[in-house]
């Protein structure tokens, strides 16, 4: 598994060298926990293989916004793949350059991309005409010239969930294959903006390298024919979609992804770029949860948990799967047990028939909970989001306090 930063050490599991039993009796549960080191792992293996060649690896931010994971990456280099003015906000909260910021998205509003302009960013990623003739109207007014590309859909199949694929004709994302080149005319012929690239996301948590490189094929195709029209593209930019392993998945090696991708640029002069989310956080954390009360039922066991759908959502919205370990080792006999919330949802569930040998107050870690979790939580049955904690090596940190309920309805405001 590729937990190594979350192993066992004497039978009790650490994130780094730290024990999890530790962070819940400081912080509390349920906590979110991430390691640095895993974090600093994941972007040199994704980044080795473009050392030395013109590169920039824009972190997907919206898999994880937390203001210590972007600072930690920012730290690394990266850029940022942002989807609103709010993320380009946290960027530069968390001291990230704008001018390594890409914005993607189909509904950026005239604000958000007045302030993107303000803020030098690398790069708007065009999602149709109309967001095109905004783009250049709002940067005329401001005197200014955006760099834009059109993120173009490929039109394959990623062979991925349908609510995370996001590369077919019939997905809201990207202009359609067969009118880029018409698009792209029209915008070398516009004041306020810049042709600067092109660009892909054909889905997540992609397993099989394939169709990203057929994607590769079709939009190297496109760089070529608008090269030939006198319209050169000067950055690709494959975006994200490399998967994790959850619990049996192969995922792509990302340094042999790299080298595929170089090998089929060959000799053409053009700056790669990436959007990885998932990737580079997804085996970086854990959500720690404790277990409040073991039911057992005729038909089932459910163990009821302090973490709920509010928490982490994936479970209940793609069925997805995450591992669940016993943070300390119990000498009770193991169960099968349904791992639920308190939420008033049947659809409230972190895992289903689960083995574990766990009794009432001992602690569990949903493991693979970096990308996706906490920035999916939300205030479902007036619940305060959970703390998150960043630990470097012996050294837990509090990245985000824990939500009193007061905050919650702070800004409510009862009739007269
Ligand atoms: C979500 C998203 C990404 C990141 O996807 P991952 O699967 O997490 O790597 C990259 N680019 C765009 C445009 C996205 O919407």
């Avoid at 099989?208 to 690709?236: S, T």
């Avoid at 998932?278 to 163990?303: C, D, P, Q, W, Y």
């Avoid at 996706?372 to 703390?387: E, H, K, L």
Wanted: net charge negative.
């Amino acid at each position: 598994m590729n937990f190594d930063f979350f192993e066992p050490r004497d039978g009790q599991l650490h994130a780094e060298d730290v024990p999890l039993a530790r962070i819940a009796s400081e912080f509390g549960t349920p906590t979110y926990i991430y390691s640095k080191a895993a974090l600093t792992r994941a972007w040199y293996e994704f980044t080795a293989e473009l050392a030395g060649r013109d590169a920039l690896v824009c972190y997907a931010m919206k898999a994880n916004s937390n203001l210590a994971v972007l600072n930690t990456f920012a730290r690394l280099g990266a850029g940022f793949d942002i989807v609103s003015g709010g993320e380009l906000t946290r960027v530069i909260a968390a001291d990230g350059d704008p001018r390594k910021v890409i914005f993607s998205g189909v509904g950026k509003r005239v604000d958000e991309i007045a302030l993107a302009l303000h803020h030098d960013i690398h790069c708007f990623n065009v999602e149709s005409l109309p967001e095109l003739e905004r783009v250049n109207a709002v940067a005329q007014g401001l005197g200014k010239q955006a760099p834009i590309s059109f993120r173009v859909n490929p039109d394959v199949d990623a062979g991925t969930h349908p609510y995370i694929s996001t590369g077919l004709k019939e997905n809201k994302f990207g202009i359609e294959y067969g009118m880029a080149i018409a698009l792209y005319r029209k915008a070398a012929s516009m004041p306020g903006v810049r042709v600067a690239g092109i660009d892909c996301h054909i889905g997540s948590q992609l397993t099989d390298v394939a169709p990203l490189l057929q994607a590769l094929e079709r939009m190297l195709a496109l760089v070529d024919a608008l090269g030939a029209e006198g319209i050169p593209i000067h950055h690709l930019d494959l975006g994200g979609g490399l998967g994790i392993r959850y619990s049996g998945e192969t995922p792509p090696d990302p340094r042999a992804y790299m080298r595929e991708i170089i090998r089929r640029i060959g000799s053409r002069r053009l700056k790669l770029m990436f959007e990885p989310g998932r990737n580079l956080v997804g085996n970086a954390g854990i959500l720690l949860t404790r277990v409040e009360h073991l039911k057992t039922a005729s038909a089932k066991n459910f163990a009821v948990v302090d973490a709920a759908m509010n928490d982490l959502l994936r479970p209940s919205l793609y069925s997805a799967h995450h591992e669940i370990i016993a943070v300390s080792p119990s000498d009770v006999m193991p169960q099968r047990y349904d791992v639920v919330g308190p939420v008033c949802e049947s659809g409230d569930f972190i895992g289903k028939d689960r083995a574990l040998a766990i009794r009432e107050g001992e602690l569990l870690a949903v493991m693979s909970a970096g990308a996706y979790g906490m920035v999916m939580s939300s205030n479902y049955n007036t619940r305060p989001r959970a703390a998150e904690v960043m630990v470097d090596g012996a050294t837990p940190y509090l990245v985000r306090r824990r939500e009193s309920v007061a905050e919650l309805f702070a800004g409510e405001r009862i009739l007269p």
